[in-house]
């Protein structure tokens, strides 16, 4: 594209070069209190590894922190997983974790290294730094992607469902660079982990961090204890729609869950009847789940529910109505009502349990 017709349509920001920028980042995130990197950033090394194999370019992953030791294993398993180089900024001065100046660190990183995309997984985490990330470095950023590909030109494709999921919007920001993303948690798979590839671990200087000062101090950390498994992580996941109905129903599924050691978790349509919280709503609007088993109780089956389901490993459909849209879907449908059904697995799974204490 001409400088004249970039500046008519980048007035304020201008366009960028892209042959100036090269390599495929991925922002890896830590769980401090774990002293592990989160299995969500390491889901993203696939989609990263894929554009750096269509662009002829690496993969490097980025790594911040205050525990040099957690963040020398982190950097690790990125390799083990794919990931060619890894950038860590360690410093106390990030300790505890503050938003800008995680951002601004990052930004500065890039504006050193020149990236030509940078991915970020949309964990509470990432989608608040993403942003800030994004508008320091004037540049567009695309959430919630499920897909990405490369077009002939070399722009990043970015590939998430608008308009309730009734169509796929490819997006791509041509005039400047990084180009950046944000992708749900579960919706790619982990690559297998190689402990023989070998990468470098690059350990920057804090230089990134002179003149940042947080405007917000955090005075005090409060942790909430979780009694259970968030569905995302759950084996078992057996969730209920609006076919189901009412809390008695919704009592009946989690029995059937805890019988399998899983959870329950619900519909678009069953958060909005307030008979399940939304941290448990599966969907395009909720959370994407990768359980070995899927029930789906009284769920029609509409495209953005499937969107939240895509990675499960088998799910089985129990809805009264034979052409609902779940049917498709699923490895195993019921055309039933769902009350003649869930009592009965209920009975079976008693059974099995009972012979398995008798032994």
Known sequence: MAAVECEKLCPEWGCTD???YRGVWVVGELDEEAGTISEYSLQLLTPARMVADKRGTWVEGVLLGYDRGALERAARE?????????????SERLKPYNAEVYAKAIARTAERYKPE???????MRGRELAPYVANTLRT?????CTQFDVDKDGNLLMIRPPFAAI??????????????????????????RDESRRGEVVWEDESLLEGIRPRARLLKVRRL???????????YVVAGGRGVGTPEGFRMLEELA??????VAGSRKAVDLGLIPHEKQVGQTGKSVRAKLYIAVGISGAAQHVIGIRECRVV???????????????????????????????????KLAAERGRR
């Open 18 to 20: 892209p042959s100036e």
């Open 78 to 90: 990125m390799i083990y997983h794919g990931a060619d180089r890894v950038r860590v900024l360690y």
């Open 117 to 123: 995309v940078v991915f970020f997984a949309a964990t």
């Open 140 to 144: 567009g950023i695309t959430a919630d």
């Open 167 to 192: 169509l796929l919007a490819y997006i791509k920001t041509p005039n400047r660079r990084p180009q950046m993303a944000t992708a749900r948690p579960n919706v790619f798979p982990t690559p297998p």
């Open 225 to 235: 204890e979780r009694r259970e498994t968030p569905i995302e992580k759950a084996e």
């Open 258 to 263: 805890n019988l399998l050691g899983g959870v």
């Open 316 to 350: 089985v459909a129990i809805n009264k109505d034979p052409e609902a849209p779940i049917f498709r879907h699923a490895d195993y449908g019921i055309v039933a009502d769902w009350k003649d059904v869930v009592p009965l697995l209920i009975q079976e799974l008693r």
